[in-house]
Nanobody
């Protein structure tokens, strides 16, 4: 089972940008469908974006046009470029990986990272 480690979180002003990275180890990364979830204080975990082994992508409506997910299989790494950030984007961001079809509900995920905090100030 692949192990995941996120990085790149931090504090940014509204309108700014951040790029999150998710490094994978211990598995064949290119075989995994991977993606991002986030959880804000007092709120349910929500799907953000996913990228399949084929390279096709899926985004939550709330981030479409502002966030871009990508992967570099040679580096065993996934990225989330976040632009035009809003205070509502403040959350802990988790990367996730699954050998099966990616579950946007998060109920059926093989591996989770430990999370990285993103804080957007107004």
């Amino acid at each position: 089972q692949v192990q995941l480690v996120e990085s790149g979180g931090g504090l940014v002003q509204a309108g700014g940008s951040l790029r999150l990275s998710c490094a994978a180890a211990g598995g064949t990364f290119r075989n995994y469908n991977v993606g991002w979830f986030r959880q804000a204080p007092g709120k349910e975990r929500e799907f953000v974006a996913a990228i399949r082994t084929s390279g096709s992508t899926l985004y939550a409506e709330s981030v479409k046009g502002r966030f871009r997910i990508s992967r570099d299989n040679a580096k065993n790494t996934m990225y989330l470029q976040m632009n035009t950030l809003k205070p509502d984007d403040t959350a802990v961001y988790y990367c996730a990986a699954d050998l099966r079809a990616f579950s946007v509900s998060g109920d059926r995920i093989d591996s989770w990272g430990q999370g990285t905090q993103v804080t957007v100030s107004s």
